[in-house]
């Protein structure tokens, strides 16, 4: 079964940036979407952003124009870059791989396999 490993995450100002990695094991097996959700404390998962195998990538309306999702498939990495980050940007990060769903952002909160997470704070 695929793992995924996050890293990447840290604290920074408002206005800064950030690029999470995930490290995908097995990525030739059978996963068409990719994707990025997080969850703040005391809070719900909420979808950021997804990729398929076409490369087709889908943004939630508020972190459009500022992150970024891409796959490297040469070295088994899903990156997700993010720039300008906001105060309420800050959450714990998961990456997670599925099949059989559309594969929009929305979706990737209920995906089967996802990573341990990491930790984005970011302060005013």
């Known amino acids: 079964q695929v793992q995924l490993v996050e890293s990447g995450g840290g604290s920074v100002q408002s206005g800064g940036s950030l690029r999470l990695s995930c490290s995908v094991s097995?990525?030739?097996?059978?996963?068409?979407?990719l994707g990025w959700f997080r969850q703040a404390t005391g809070k719900g998962r909420e979808g950021i952003a997804s990729?398929?195998?076409?490369?087709?990538?889908t943004y939630r309306d508020s972190v459009k124009g500022r992150f970024t999702i891409s796959l490297d498939r040469a070295k088994s990495t899903l990156y997700l870059q993010m720039n300008n980050l906001e105060p309420e940007d800050t959450a714990m990060y998961y990456c997670?791989?599925?099949?059989?769903?559309?594969?929009?952002?929305?979706?990737?909160?209920?995906?089967?396999?996802r990573g341990q997470g990491t930790q984005v704070t970011v302060s005013s």
């Open positions: 997670a791989a599925d099949s059989g769903y559309r594969c929009t952002w929305m979706s990737t909160t209920l995906f089967s396999v």
């Open positions: 097995d990525l030739a097996s059978r996963h068409d979407c």
């Open positions: 990729i398929d195998t076409s490369n087709t990538s």
